[in-house]
């Protein structure tokens, strides 16, 4: 176990000094989902009232497509320099990279959404009643998007057309995390926590259950050539 | 001839040559039956009238759907689980999926076509109807997963795992979107997307033949895809080298004449 | 039949995605055979 975590670790703390390095998460995805909240505004009109109420869920579906793109990423820098042959070799536990990639894109995310979540704040004159709802919910619908995402990551690394084809992949599959992050972050705004624990739960069940697929699934699919 | 190199069980049942042909026969006979039970035999709907009829297409086809994705399931596992590794489970799952995105595709025009007369809306946002819209994005990602792998056992394992994925969001996706819609309950004058009437009589048996005959439908289309599939396979290479030259024949009618002097 | 251009689309529709997915993979299937046969 000890040497799971740290494995995993090490795959981890690989691809966060790979961002630090290369900042594609700050320099891009970031601007990327600051861009998309601005475009909402535009579609949506700031003078009719509607923003404040719909801001969980343009916020969410902001951090989704960032999601997208982080997950695309993680699973794009193993394909140069054959870095995933490497991978392979290097006998690590597959559960470790697999964890170790998914744990290093949760990190990256969460980041990406408080940066945006006080954006949003700003943008959209929203007020928070319950913070830790709204973190709590943030981390486990992260988590979720960042454990399946990882999973499809590795089923279309590889492939030319991964670009394309891991939205219409993933995006389906989270939809129950956009539902459950959308109307426990509403209850958190609102200041009715209660409404949230279905949501919690729906979430924290979608996370356990897609981290334990991508930890069996990792194996077999990194075994091929 | 498909599956005479396999030996299988499943390999001998789809290679039996009398299978198209009967059961050809019986999808288009059932089918032709089916209309005529359900566009005249069946009495209109007392509250819904005519536009119910269309519940006789509608209810058989999404059983098809659900069934075709559990085939795909169970066909995944199989070839996943090492005892049980075989192509043939891989073409199974392929086949099956197909089926079932198109039977989802047209269970969402049927609900469509049934809606509108009786509710006035094209589309409501009903439990059930998200749902299905779901299931129909999770296989569309299937097959297009499944299109961009060319390496034959990459594919049969990638897909293999991307069919368990589907399946197990299902029912997530089920409650979830379940959940969310309990909490809207305004909409009193839409039946909370149940369009299901009293049936007795000749319109239950109108439905359960309908049952029947896109079961063997279903049976069809399977033998014939799973088929298809395995030919397929033979020579992937060849069927390129195939299209291609089609590609130039279109655009090159007349082949330039050589050595004209 | 009241509503009949709906009921009539939806039979329709049925027929025509079935037995035109058949046809379709029937096409498909008689071109795998002449490749295989070439």
Redesign the interface.
């Known amino acids: 176990m000890r040497r799971l975590v740290s494995e995993l670790a090490l795959v981890a703390g690989k691809d966060l000094r790979i961002e630090a390095r290369s900042r594609v998460t700050t320099n891009q995805v970031l601007p990327f989902a600051g861009m998309v909240l601005l475009l909402f505004a535009f579609a949506l009109d700031p003078d009719r009232g509607l923003l404040p109420r719909v801001a969980p869920g343009l916020f969410w579906v902001a951090t989704l497509l960032a999601g997208l793109l982080a997950v695309s990423r993680a699973f794009a820098i193993e394909g140069e320099n054959g870095a995933r042959d490497g991978l392979r070799l290097s006998g690590l536990d597959p559960a470790a990279v697999y964890l170790g990639k998914a744990a290093s894109v949760t990190l990256q995310l969460l980041a990406l959404e408080a940066v945006l979540a006080a954006g949003m704040f700003l943008l959209y004159d929203v007020e928070v009643a319950n913070v830790g709802l709204l973190v709590l919910s943030a981390g486990l619908a992260t988590a979720g998007v960042a454990a399946?995402g990882s999973?499809?990551g590795a089923?279309?690394a590889g492939?030319?057309?991964r670009e394309t084809?891991l939205p219409?992949?993933l995006?389906?599959?989270v939809?129950?995390v956009m539902?459950?992050a959308t109307?426990a972050w509403e209850a958190a705004l609102s200041g009715a926590p209660s409404e949230a624990w279905?949501?919690v739960q729906?979430m924290a069940?979608?996370a356990v259950?897609?981290t334990a697929?991508g930890v069996v699934?990792f194996g077999?699919?990194m075994e091929?050539? | 001839m498909t599956g005479s190199q396999d030996g299988t069980r499943l390999a001998r049942v789809m290679g039996k040559g009398w299978l198209t042909p009967v059961l050809a026969v019986l999808t288009v006979g059932s089918l032709a039956i089916l209309a005529v039970l359900g566009l005249w035999v069946a009495p209109p709907d007392a509250l819904q009238g005519d536009a119910q009829r269309l519940m006789y297409v509608h209810v058989p086809v999404v059983m098809v759907a659900y069934l075709a994705f559990g085939v795909t399931t169970l066909a995944s596992v199989l070839y996943l689980w090492k005892r049980t590794r075989h192509p043939q489970w891989d073409r199974l799952a392929a086949a099956s999926a197909e089926i079932g995105v198109l039977t989802t595709a047209l269970t969402l025009a049927l609900g469509s076509l049934w809606g509108r007369p009786v509710w006035g809306v094209w589309w409501t946002w009903d439990a059930r109807l998200v749902t299905t819209a779901v299931l129909l994005f999770l296989y569309l990602g299937y097959l297009a997963l499944r299109r961009t792998i060319s390496d034959p056992d990459v594919r049969a394992r990638r897909s293999a795992f991307a069919a368990l994925i589907a399946f197990v969001d299902v029912p997530i996706v089920h409650y979830s979107v379940e959940w969310w819609r309990s909490l809207h309950q305004e909409s009193t004058l839409l039946p909370d997307g149940r369009l299901d009437p009293q049936i007795e009589g000749d319109m239950l048996i109108a439905l359960l033949w309908g049952i029947g005959a896109l079961l063997i439908t279903y049976a069809y289309l399977l033998v014939q895809r799973y088929r298809l599939a395995a030919l397929e396979e033979g020579f992937e290479g060849r069927a390129l080298e195939a299209a291609i030259a089609e590609r130039r024949a279109e655009a090159d009618p007349e082949p330039a004449t050589v050595g004209a002097s | 039949m009241e509503n009949a251009g709906y009921v009539i689309t939806g039979w329709v529709l049925t027929g025509v995605a079935l037995l035109g997915y058949a046809a379709e993979v029937a096409r498909r299937t008689r071109r795998a055979r002449r490749l295989i046969d070439d």
């Open positions: 399946a999973v499809y089923l279309a492939l030319r057309v084809l219409l992949l995006l389906p599959v939809a129950p539902l459950g109307r279905p949501w729906v069940v979608f259950i897609y697929l699934a077999p699919l091929e050539s």
